[in-house]
């Protein structure tokens, strides 16, 4: 059995180290979602172009109504013409011929006018709609341009983003090794290898409200009593939901949240700022310096795994 300073320094490497783990794995979940965001970006739809048969729809009331109109327009006008020019006898049957002449010259005339404003207001709207059109197709090849760049300029991106997850993967998963190792000790529970409950034990050794793991007043029973009272949680989705809830009865768990949140969201910011700008995220400085820290971290953890060795629960 680890004494109780060992104890507390072995309980406080497992706590780091799954802080490590929780800011690595947010940071591959954010890398992982850029990368999806960007899969899943339509490119900018196309215009439709304008129908030239609209142009056909030349009287609002079709065509019959307008001959109609016309018909009438003309008829009254050669009826005041013909008035002045040749007035019928009073003889029935000359006025009976001069008004059918009269009227057939307006249906013609009426016909004729409608057909060739008709024809007018055909041409001036199929031009309109032309225009229109032409318009339309340079806009389009624009757009068809634009696209182009942009999914050469995204599969740029992505491809830099994936390189910059599978390095994020290693380090994690070096990282998850690292731990495994000092869980592989069986000096904590599987049950409780975890952040939630690594960190209520951290605190708990750390303030002396316990000094050892098991026992009825070691730091499990706390824990379990603790989680049946309420007064801490211990899923981990519930937590980041409700994370100033646990500020004052979890406050390693809330420190290590908080931290991880910041450099996850510090190294991400720097991974997006280079990937918009094309760059080759392995010469950033800040990168590398955040990777060889998580580096220097587990190598100096493998060093204290030593003095567990003649202590090992089998």
Same mark, same amino acid.
Request: aromatic share 12%; glycine share 4%.
């Given at each position: 059995?680890?004494?109780?300073?060992?104890?507390?320094?072995?309980?406080?490497?497992v706590?780091?180290?799954?802080?490590?783990?929780?800011?690595?794995?947010?940071?591959?979940n954010?890398?992982?979602?850029?990368?999806?965001?960007?899969?899943?970006?339509?490119?900018?739809?196309?215009?439709?172009?304008?129908?030239t048969?609209?142009?056909?729809?030349i009287?609002?009331?079709?065509?019959?109504?307008?001959?109609?109109?016309?018909?009438?327009?003309?008829?009254?006008?050669?009826f005041?013409?013909?008035?002045?020019?040749?007035?019928?006898?009073?003889?029935?049957?000359?006025?009976?011929?001069?008004?059918f002449?009269?009227l057939?010259?307006?249906?013609?005339?009426?016909?004729?006018?409608?057909?060739i404003?008709?024809?007018?207001?055909?041409n001036?709207?199929?031009?309109?709609?032309d225009?229109?059109?032409?318009?339309?197709?340079?806009?389009?090849?624009?757009?068809?341009?634009?696209?182009?760049?942009?999914?050469?300029?995204?599969?740029?991106?992505?491809?830099?983003?994936i390189?910059?997850?599978? +390095?994020?993967k290693?380090? @994690?998963?070096?990282?998850?090794?690292v731990?495994? $190792? !000092?869980?592989?000790?069986? &000096? #904590? =529970?599987?049950?409780?290898?975890?952040l939630?409950?690594?960190?209520?034990?951290?605190?708990?050794?750390?303030?002396?409200q316990?000094?050892?793991?098991?026992?009825?007043?070691?730091?499990?029973?706390?824990?379990?009593?603790?989680?049946?009272?309420?007064?801490?949680?211990?899923?981990?989705?519930?937590?980041?939901?409700?994370?100033?809830?646990?500020?004052?009865?979890q406050?390693?768990?809330?420190?290590?949240?908080?931290?991880g949140?910041?450099?996850?969201?510090?190294?991400?910011?720097?991974?997006?700022?280079?990937?918009?700008?094309?760059?080759r995220?392995?010469?950033?400085? +800040?990168?590398?310096?955040? @990777?060889?820290?998580?580096?220097?971290?587990?190598? $100096? !953890?493998?060093?204290?795994? &030593? #003095? =567990?060795?003649?202590?090992?629960?089998?």
């Amino acid at each position: 059995m680890l004494n109780t300073e060992a104890l507390k320094d072995y309980i406080r490497h497992v706590y780091y180290l799954e802080s490590s783990l929780y800011k690595q794995e947010r940071l591959l979940n954010q890398v992982n979602n850029e990368i999806n965001i960007i899969r899943n970006q339509r490119p900018e739809p196309l215009c439709e172009l304008e129908d030239t048969s609209k142009a056909n729809d030349i009287w609002e009331d079709g065509w019959f109504p307008a001959f109609v109109k016309f018909f009438v327009f003309c008829s009254i006008v050669v009826f005041a013409i013909g008035m002045f020019v040749d007035n019928p006898s009073g003889d029935i049957s000359e006025v009976i011929g001069w008004t059918f002449n009269k009227l057939l010259i307006g249906l013609i005339t009426g016909i004729v006018l409608c057909l060739i404003v008709g024809g007018i207001k055909y041409n001036i709207q199929k031009n309109d709609i032309d225009q229109r059109n032409n318009r339309i197709s340079l806009q389009n090849e624009q757009i068809l341009s634009e696209n182009k760049e942009m999914e050469i300029y995204n599969e740029r991106k992505i491809n830099i983003l994936i390189t910059e997850l599978e +390095k994020a993967k290693k380090f @994690y998963n070096e990282t998850k090794n690292v731990l495994n $190792e !000092y869980y592989s000790y069986d &000096i #904590i =529970y599987k049950k409780y290898r975890n952040l939630p409950a690594v960190s209520a034990f951290h605190e708990y050794l750390t303030s002396k409200q316990c000094y050892e793991l098991e026992g009825h007043e070691g730091a499990y029973v706390r824990y379990e009593f603790d989680l049946k009272m309420g007064t801490i949680l211990s899923k981990l989705d519930e937590i980041i939901d409700k994370l100033d809830s646990i500020k004052e009865n979890q406050r390693m768990l809330y420190d290590a949240i908080i931290e991880g949140n910041r450099v996850s969201n510090r190294i991400y910011n720097e991974i997006q700022r280079g990937t918009k700008k094309l760059e080759r995220l392995e010469n950033n400085q +800040k990168l590398s310096i955040y @990777y060889g820290k998580i580096t220097a971290e587990n190598t $100096e !953890y493998m060093k204290n795994l &030593i #003095i =567990y060795n003649s202590m090992r629960i089998r």
